[in-house]
């Protein structure tokens, strides 16, 4: 069956601007997660949904930062007046539940130039 | 804040060799998840732990939990070339806490 799909799996953009990134979780998994990795370091956490509400969003480094989730599939990291220190790798996970074993994406390398 | 300490940081071990990664958190856990990134790649998940002292196998992988639920790790016996990549623990403080990682090099 289909992994966990991310799109773009390459964004380049410009301080200043907004993006937005797409998380397509394993159909029927009701928790998602977003993580941020940097070079050299392990994922960070970011926000955890569990069907459409977020269960905990404290890893949003500012207000920034927003994810929605809308009817508890897709979901949307997105990301207003980028600066540089936002760029890494965004990567999403998707699990059967809150706490079980969690399929990532593939990420996506976001570059703020 | 929750905090997951994992070392060493890097690991080179001629193909054959044992390699061990250990994850420490000052505070007691719900459960730990190991994963493997493999260079390039996203993690993948390897293993749960529960239970208090838990051992699981796979292969030649060796999960255990620590009697207090604090610390764990992960063996691997006689590495190949193919067990290259980070491994990483994250720590279930209500949402999941990744470790730094241990990056394993295997020299053929």
């Known amino acids: 069956g289909a992994g966990v799909s991310q799109t773009p799996s390459n964004k380049v953009t410009e301080k200043g601007k907004y993006v937005e990134l797409r998380c397509d979780p394993i159909s029927g998994h009701t928790a998602l997660y977003w993580y941020r990795q940097s070079l050299g370091q392990g994922p960070e956490f970011l926000i955890y949904f569990q069907g459409t509400g977020a269960a905990d969003d404290s890893g949003l480094p500012n207000d920034r930062f927003f994810a929605v989730r809308p009817e508890g599939s897709v979901s949307t990291l997105k990301i207003q007046r980028t600066e540089r220190g936002d760029s890494a790798v965004y990567l999403c996970?998707?699990?059967?539940?809150?706490?079980?074993?969690?399929?990532f994406g593939p990420g996506t390398r976001l570059t703020v130039l | 804040g929750q905090q997951v300490m994992q070392i060493p940081q890097y690991q080179h071990v001629q193909e054959g060799e044992d390699f061990t990664t250990y994850c420490n958190s000052s505070t007691t856990l719900s459960n730990i998840q190991w994963y493997k990134q493999r260079p390039g790649g996203h993690p993948v998940f390897l293993i749960q732990l529960v239970k208090s002292g838990e051992v699981k196998k796979q292969k030649r992988l060796t999960f255990q939990f620590g009697e207090a639920k604090k610390n764990s790790s992960l063996h691997i016996t006689a590495t190949q070339t193919t067990d290259v990549g980070t491994y990483f623990c994250?720590?279930?403080?209500?949402?999941?806490?990744f470790g730094s990682g241990t990056k394993l090099n295997v020299k053929p």
């Open positions: 994250a720590a279930d403080f209500n949402k999941f806490y």
């Open positions: 996970a998707s699990s059967f539940g809150g706490r079980n074993e969690q399929f």
